[in-house]
């Protein structure tokens, strides 16, 4: 597991969609932005991804991929927290996946269900292509070769981090058993000293006989605690304590964002493919026109008939902008007639304001420099190299391609 502490670092990405609207803000970018202080966060576009399906029309991808690291940007994701950088400019992540495509059954690729789903669903493009069925695999290279142990991603994407974590086990399993192995680890364990060696193995066999979690984190913990160690023999002990051979990838986990589902203005989940967004850089005024024109709920034809809140949309923005206060009003309002819906829309027009309107001013930096933009981008994608090397000098030595 070499020196990386996986449990406190954090990889995730977004494909260059151009600017993001409140869906992309309350869905993902609040987490990395309370994520970015208390983990190592890795964030990256996956520009790459975007070819496994837009492949026939690229124009338009560097656009996308700057309005979007604008978007980060405004959003409050901090170059001095948090490493971003796109894909491509760290093309570690594809000789990863070349070699992880050698012992990645093909089996594993086509049962991931986004893979049939959406060939279904974008019916306009040819899907059958090498790149598409091997996207998942891509997906897994860019969280392995950062050794990320948690991976914030929405539910759809939760089959895409189980793969990866199958690829790691399979890569350790295959790789991690060296020749002399189990005399290694016992002589890489006496090299800790007397009493750390004794700890470690009443930690060991607490995991490996009781399945004792904590046991095993104190383990981990002793072995990463070792400076005098070879980064080697911290990873056969780091295996050795799991039980499992020399761990060289680390499996991670799904951090499942809390996801707000964001209702759009038509009450349907917030999506540009259903043209119901509003964006961070929206004009303000057209924010204002667009509430304003939201439906409501359809039995409320004049002032005088009282609505219920739980068929319009318009309350579903309360739910995620207002306090209980103001809930308690429209509920009492709509439901009494006492309040018309342009009046129950004003205050959701004002915390949306109130949120993106600082956004806009960051943005507008940026979008003035976007040599600054692009700076960022090569400072982070410089740092995530560094760490992209690393994983990937042991993955070819484990592979048999140390004399590289
Ligand atoms: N596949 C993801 C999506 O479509 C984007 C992505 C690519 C990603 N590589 C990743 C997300 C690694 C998390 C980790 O949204
Ligand atoms: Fe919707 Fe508010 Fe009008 Fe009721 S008063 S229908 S909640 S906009």
């Known amino acids: 597991m070499s ?3 996986s449990q406190k670092r954090v990889l995730s990405g977004m494909r260059p969609t151009g600017q993001l609207h409140l869906g992309h803000y309350h869905g993902v970018l609040k987490n990395w932005v309370r994520l970015q202080h208390e983990y190592e966060c890795f964030f990256f576009v996956a520009d790459w991804h975007a070819l496994t399906t837009h ?7 560097e656009e996308h991929v700057i309005d979007m690291v604008v978007d980060w940007l405004a959003a409050g994701v901090d170059p001095d927290a948090a490493s971003m950088f796109v894909q491509s400019s760290v093309p570690e992540h594809a000789e990863l996946h070349l070699l992880l495509s050698m012992m990645t059954p ?12 959406q060939q279904e669903k974008l019916k306009d493009r040819d899907l059958e292509t ?17 050794r990320a142990g948690h991976v914030p991603v929405g539910a759809d994407q939760v089959a895409h981090v189980e793969l990866t974590r199958e690829v790691a086990r399979r890569f350790n399993h295959l790789y991690g058993r060296e020749p002399g192995y189990e005399e290694l680890a016992v002589a890489a364990v006496k090299k800790m000293g007397k009493k ?9 066999t607490a995991f490996q006989q009781q399945g004792d ?12 605690g070792q400076q005098n160690l070879s980064l080697s023999d911290r990873e056969r002990l780091m295996g050795y304590l799991e039980g499992s051979g020399k761990m060289i990838l680390a499996e991670p986990q799904a951090l499942l964002t809390p996801a707000a589902k964001m209702p759009g203005l038509d009450g349907q989940k917030m999506s540009k493919s259903y043209g119901n967004t509003i964006r961070l850089r929206e004009p303000i005024d057209d924010v204002a026109k667009k509430i304003n024109t939201m439906p409501t709920d359809p039995a409320r034809i004049r002032l005088t008939d009282p609505g219920n809140p739980e068929k319009c949309p318009v309350w579903q923005l309360h739910e995620v902008y207002s306090d209980t206060d103001t809930q308690a009003w429209v509920q ?33 930096v940026y979008q003035q420099d976007t040599e600054a933009v692009r700076a960022i981008l ?27």
């Not at 090498?130 to 950062?146: E, N, R, T, V, W």
């Open 378 to 404: 090569v400072q982070g994608a410089e740092k995530a190299r560094g760490n992209a090397i690393e994983t990937l000098k042991d993955v070819r030595h484990a592979m048999g391609l140390g004399y590289r």
């Open 213 to 224: 979690h904590q046991a095993l984190e104190q383990g981990q913990a002793l072995v990463r």
């Open 196 to 204: 750390a060696s004794k700890e470690f193995s009443v930690l060991r």
């Open 106 to 117: 093909l089996g594993w690729l086509e049962r991931v269900p986004s893979y049939k789903d």
């Open 130 to 146: 090498y790149g598409f069925l091997g996207y998942p695999l891509l997906q897994s290279a860019d969280i392995l070769i950062y």
């Open 3 to 5: 020196t990386v502490d």
């Open 332 to 364: 009492q309002g709509c439901r009494s007639a006492g309040i018309g819906c342009l009046a129950c829309k004003k205050p959701v027009i004002d915390a949306v304001v109130a949120e993106i309107e600082p956004m806009q001013a960051r943005a507008r």
């Open 55 to 61: 492949y026939a029309n690229p124009q338009g991808l």
